[in-house]
C-alpha cells in the first residue's frame, strides 16, 4: 500500500509530507485548495505525463516521492527481480521535472524509464478520475471498461497479434497479385535484362580488381624504372649500394663488440637491416620478371572496364553490384514464373490467419458476453442502491457492421441505461442528467474496483452529482471497499467523509504575494469540524456539530 507521499514545488504546493495508513482515508477541503493536485501529483510519481507547467514559479523542479509497503505484493517483487532492483518490504518512487521540462524517474534510488515505471505503478495503485463519467458514453472506453473488469488482457493481445498477423498475410498478398497481373510484360523485360548481364557474368569483386590490373599496365614503363632504381640502389649499384655500405660496418660493428659488448645489440641490428635488404632485392627482382609491356591485355582490361560502367548505367546501379543486380534479377524471374504457386500459398496462408483471428476474437467475444451479463446484474443493483430505483443497464455486445474488425476484435460494445422503471434502455451518452450519469459511473467504477487486486485504490471527486441518502450509500461503498485494501478519496460530501477512517484536511494560505498548499491529519475534534463545515452555513453551530458526530458515530457502528 501507499505508506506515505512527499511533494516539493508542485503546481501551488509548496511542500507537503503525507503519512497514509489502511482503510478508507478522504481528503476535504475548501475548493480550489488543491485537494485534486495532490492526486495529480501521485499520478505524476506513476509514470503520469508532465511539462513545465508543473513546477511552482520560481523553482527549478517539481519533485514528487511515493512510498509503498509491497509486504506480500508477489507481481510488484515479480517486476523488481526481473529488473534487477534491490527491494525488501519497502519501494520508493522519486518523479523530478525540471522549469526546463526534463523529467526523470527512479524505482528505489535506480534510474528507469517512463514506461517501465508505469508498468511498476500498475501493480501498486489504481486511480478514478473525477472526470471518468465524461468518457463512459465513448463506445471506445465502454469496450475498454468491459475488457478491464473481465481482465481481458492476454486474450486482447492474442487477438491484437493475431490480427496484425492476418493483415501482414493480406498486405503480402495484394502485392504479389499486383506484380502478377503485369507479369507477362514485365517478364518478358526481366528476361532481355537478366539475359543480357547473366552474358556479361559479372563477378563479385572484378571490377575493383580490374581497375588495379588497368592501373599497372598503363603504367608499367614507369613502374619498371622505380623498382630497377631501387634495385640498383640497394643492391645493384657498381658504385654505391646499401646492402655492401651496411655489409661493411655490420663486419665492423661485429669486431667492436668484441672489444665492448654494449654494442652487440646494434651489430645485431645492422645484421637484420642486411638480410631485409638481400630479401628486398630479391622481391624486386621478382616484380621486374613479371613486369611485361601487353597492349593487347590492356585492351581487354579496358573493354572490360567500359562494359561494367555502361551496364551499371542502364541498369541504375554501380558497377561494382552489378553481381549483386542479377542475383536480385534471377530471385525476381523466380518469383514471376511461380507467380501462380505463390499467390495460392499465400491465399491459403491469409486465409489460416483469419482463421486464427476470427477464433481469437471469438473467445474474446464470449468473454465479453460473460462480463456484460455479470455488470447488468451488478451494476443495475448498485443503481437501484444509489438511488435510481427500477434503474438498469444493458451492456450489448453486437458484431461490428460491415465487418469492420479491428485488433480489439469483431465487438461494438455499447452501454444502454433505463433510469426509471418502464423506461426503454438508450444509449448511455443521452442520458440529461449529469448526476444520473455520476451515479452510473460510480456504480461501475465501484465494480470495478472491487474484481481489481491493486492494494491501493484513489477516488478523485467520483461522487460528483449525489447527495443526501445516495451520498451516504457511496460513502459506505468506499468504506467497505476499505476493509481489506487502502482506499484514498477526496470528495466535498460530508456523508462520504463520516465514514473515513482517516481524514487529511487540504488547506490553501496566501500571504497576498505567493500562495501554498498544506495539508493536515484531523483529530476527531477536528474531524467533527470539518464535517461540520462541509455540512454548510456560514456559522457553525452546536447543532450541526452534534449532527456531524452522530454521522460519525453512526458509520462506526456499521463498522
Same mark, same amino acid.
Given at each position: 500500500?501507499?505508506?506515505?507521499?512527499?511533494?516539493?514545488?508542485?503546481? *501551488?504546493?509548496?511542500?507537503?509530507?503525507?503519512?497514509?495508513?489502511?482503510?478508507?482515508?478522504?481528503?476535504?477541503?475548501?475548493?480550489?485548495?488543491?485537494?485534486?493536485?495532490?492526486?495529480?501529483?501521485?499520478?505524476?510519481a506513476l509514470g503520469d505525463r508532465?511539462?513545465? /507547467? *508543473?513546477?511552482?514559479?520560481?523553482?527549478?523542479?517539481?519533485?514528487?516521492?511515493?512510498g509503498f509497503d509491497i509486504t506480500?505484493?508477489?507481481?510488484?517483487?515479480?517486476?523488481?527481480?526481473?529488473?534487477?532492483?534491490?527491494?525488501?518490504?519497502?519501494? *520508493?518512487?522519486?518523479?523530478?521535472?525540471?522549469?526546463?521540462?526534463? /523529467?526523470?524517474?527512479?524505482?528505489?534510488?535506480?534510474? *528507469?524509464?517512463?514506461?517501465?515505471?508505469?508498468?511498476?505503478?500498475?501493480?501498486?495503485?489504481?486511480?478514478?478520475?473525477?472526470?471518468?463519467?465524461?468518457?463512459?458514453?465513448?463506445?471506445?472506453?465502454?469496450?475498454?471498461?468491459?475488457?478491464?473488469?473481465?481482465?481481458?488482457?492476454?486474450?486482447?493481445?492474442?487477438?491484437?497479434?493475431?490480427?496484425?498477423?492476418?493483415?501482414?498475410?493480406?498486405?503480402?498478398?495484394?502485392?504479389?497479385?499486383?506484380?502478377?497481373?503485369?507479369?507477362?510484360?514485365?517478364?518478358?523485360?526481366?528476361?532481355?535484362?537478366?539475359?543480357?548481364?547473366?552474358?556479361?557474368?559479372?563477378?563479385?569483386?572484378?571490377?575493383?580488381?580490374?581497375?588495379?590490373?588497368?592501373?599497372?599496365?598503363?603504367?608499367?614503363?614507369?613502374?619498371?624504372?622505380?623498382?630497377?632504381?631501387?634495385?640498383?640502389?640497394?643492391?645493384?649499384?657498381?658504385?654505391?649500394?646499401?646492402?655492401?655500405?651496411?655489409?661493411?660496418?655490420?663486419?665492423?660493428?661485429?669486431?667492436?663488440?668484441?672489444?665492448?659488448?654494449?654494442?652487440?645489440?646494434?651489430?645485431?641490428?645492422l645484421e637484420q637491416a642486411e638480410?631485409?635488404?638481400?630479401?628486398?632485392?630479391?622481391?624486386?627482382?621478382?616484380?621486374?620478371?613479371?613486369?611485361?609491356?601487353?597492349?593487347?591485355?590492356?585492351?581487354?582490361?579496358?573493354?572490360?572496364?567500359?562494359?561494367?560502367?555502361?551496364?551499371?548505367?542502364?541498369?541504375?546501379?554501380?558497377?561494382?553490384?552489378?553481381?549483386?543486380?542479377?542475383?536480385?534479377?534471377?530471385?525476381?524471374?523466380?518469383?514471376?514464373?511461380?507467380?501462380?504457386?505463390?499467390?495460392?500459398?499465400?491465399?491459403?496462408?491469409?486465409?489460416?490467419?483469419?482463421? /486464427?483471428?476470427?477464433?481469437?476474437?471469438?473467445?474474446?467475444?464470449?468473454?465479453?458476453?460473460?462480463?456484460?451479463?455479470?455488470?447488468?446484474? /451488478?451494476?443495475?443493483?448498485?443503481?437501484?442502491?444509489?438511488?435510481?430505483?427500477?434503474?438498469?443497464?444493458?451492456?450489448?455486445?453486437?458484431?461490428?457492421?460491415?465487418?469492420?474488425?479491428?485488433?480489439?476484435?469483431?465487438?461494438?460494445?455499447?452501454?444502454?441505461?433505463?433510469?426509471?422503471?418502464?423506461?426503454?434502455?438508450?444509449?448511455?451518452?443521452?442520458?440529461?442528467?449529469?448526476?444520473?450519469?455520476?451515479?452510473?459511473?460510480?456504480?461501475?467504477?465501484?465494480?470495478?474496483?472491487?474484481?481489481?487486486?491493486?492494494?491501493?485504490?484513489?477516488?478523485?471527486?467520483?461522487?460528483?452529482?449525489?447527495?443526501?441518502?445516495?451520498?451516504?450509500?457511496?460513502?459506505?461503498?468506499?468504506?467497505?471497499?476499505?476493509?481489506?485494501?487502502?482506499?484514498?478519496?477526496?470528495?466535498?460530501?460530508?456523508?462520504?467523509?463520516?465514514?473515513?477512517?482517516?481524514?487529511?484536511?487540504?488547506?490553501?494560505?496566501?500571504?497576498?504575494?505567493?500562495?501554498?498548499?498544506?495539508?493536515?491529519?484531523?483529530?476527531?475534534?477536528?474531524?467533527?469540524?470539518?464535517?461540520?463545515?462541509?455540512?454548510?452555513?456560514?456559522?457553525?453551530?452546536?447543532?450541526?456539530?452534534?449532527?456531524?458526530?452522530?454521522?460519525?458515530?453512526?458509520?462506526?457502528?456499521?463498522?
Amino acid at each position: 500500500m501507499l505508506t506515505h507521499l512527499q511533494v516539493a514545488n508542485f503546481a *501551488v504546493i509548496d511542500r507537503v509530507d503525507v503519512e497514509l495508513d489502511q482503510g478508507l482515508t478522504v481528503l476535504t477541503g475548501e475548493t480550489g485548495a488543491g485537494k485534486s493536485i495532490l492526486v495529480d501529483a501521485l499520478g505524476l510519481a506513476l509514470g503520469d505525463r508532465a511539462d513545465s /507547467s *508543473v513546477v511552482r514559479k520560481g523553482a527549478k523542479s517539481a519533485e514528487i516521492v511515493a512510498g509503498f509497503d509491497i509486504t506480500g505484493n508477489t507481481r510488484a517483487r515479480d517486476w523488481l527481480q526481473d529488473q534487477a532492483i534491490d527491494c525488501d518490504e519497502d519501494l *520508493v518512487l522519486r518523479r523530478s521535472i525540471s522549469a526546463e521540462g526534463r /523529467s526523470r524517474a527512479f524505482v528505489n534510488g535506480i534510474n *528507469v524509464s517512463l514506461q517501465s515505471l508505469r508498468t511498476l505503478a500498475e501493480q501498486l495503485v489504481e486511480i478514478h478520475g473525477q472526470h471518468a463519467h465524461q468518457t463512459l458514453g465513448r463506445p471506445a472506453a465502454q469496450r475498454e471498461l468491459v475488457d478491464s473488469v473481465g481482465k481481458h488482457e492476454a486474450a486482447l493481445r492474442e487477438t491484437a497479434l493475431s490480427f496484425a498477423a492476418w493483415q501482414s498475410a493480406i498486405a503480402e498478398l495484394e502485392s504479389t497479385q499486383s506484380a502478377a497481373d503485369d507479369r507477362a510484360s514485365r517478364l518478358d523485360l526481366l528476361r532481355y535484362q537478366f539475359d543480357e548481364l547473366g552474358a556479361f557474368a559479372p563477378q563479385p569483386g572484378e571490377y575493383e580488381a580490374l581497375n588495379e590490373q588497368f592501373q599497372r599496365l598503363r603504367n608499367v614503363d614507369r613502374l619498371g624504372q622505380g623498382a630497377q632504381a631501387a634495385l640498383d640502389a640497394i643492391y645493384e649499384s657498381d658504385e654505391v649500394a646499401a646492402q655492401s655500405l651496411v655489409a661493411n660496418a655490420c663486419r665492423n660493428m661485429s669486431e667492436l663488440s668484441s672489444l665492448d659488448p654494449g654494442l652487440e645489440k646494434t651489430a645485431a641490428l645492422l645484421e637484420q637491416a642486411e638480410i631485409q635488404i638481400r630479401e628486398a632485392a630479391d622481391a624486386l627482382r621478382t616484380y621486374l620478371g613479371t613486369l611485361e609491356i601487353d597492349p593487347r591485355r590492356l585492351t581487354e582490361v579496358e573493354e572490360r572496364i567500359f562494359g561494367f560502367r555502361e551496364l551499371a548505367r542502364k541498369h541504375r546501379t554501380d558497377p561494382e553490384t552489378l553481381h549483386a543486380q542479377l542475383a536480385e534479377m534471377e530471385s525476381q524471374l523466380e518469383d514471376l514464373e511461380h507467380a501462380d504457386e505463390k499467390l495460392a500459398a499465400l491465399g491459403e496462408k491469409a486465409a489460416k490467419l483469419e482463421r /486464427s483471428y476470427l477464433k481469437a476474437a471469438g473467445a474474446l467475444s464470449v468473454k465479453r458476453r460473460k462480463v456484460a451479463r455479470q455488470l447488468n446484474d /451488478s451494476v443495475g443493483a448498485w443503481m437501484n442502491k444509489l438511488g435510481m430505483i427500477g434503474g438498469r443497464l444493458d451492456v450489448r455486445i453486437s458484431e461490428r457492421p460491415g465487418g469492420a474488425y479491428g485488433p480489439s476484435g469483431l465487438d461494438k460494445v455499447e452501454f444502454l441505461v433505463a433510469t426509471n422503471p418502464g423506461q426503454p434502455p438508450q444509449p448511455i451518452s443521452r442520458i440529461a442528467s449529469g448526476g444520473e450519469l455520476s451515479r452510473i459511473a460510480l456504480a461501475i467504477r465501484v465494480i470495478a474496483a472491487e474484481g481489481t487486486v491493486v492494494p491501493s485504490l484513489v477516488f478523485d471527486e467520483v461522487d460528483t452529482g449525489v447527495g443526501g441518502g445516495v451520498a451516504e450509500i457511496v460513502g459506505r461503498c468506499l468504506r467497505q471497499l476499505g476493509t481489506n485494501r487502502q482506499v484514498l478519496c477526496v470528495t466535498h460530501l460530508p456523508q462520504v467523509a463520516s465514514q473515513a477512517d482517516a481524514h487529511l484536511r487540504v488547506n490553501k494560505v496566501t500571504d497576498g504575494k505567493a500562495t501554498r498548499t498544506g495539508i493536515h491529519r484531523l483529530d476527531r475534534r477536528e474531524t467533527v469540524e470539518e464535517i461540520a463545515r462541509m455540512l454548510g452555513g456560514v456559522e457553525i453551530t452546536e447543532t450541526t456539530r452534534e449532527h456531524a458526530r452522530e454521522m460519525m458515530d453512526r458509520a462506526r457502528e456499521r463498522a
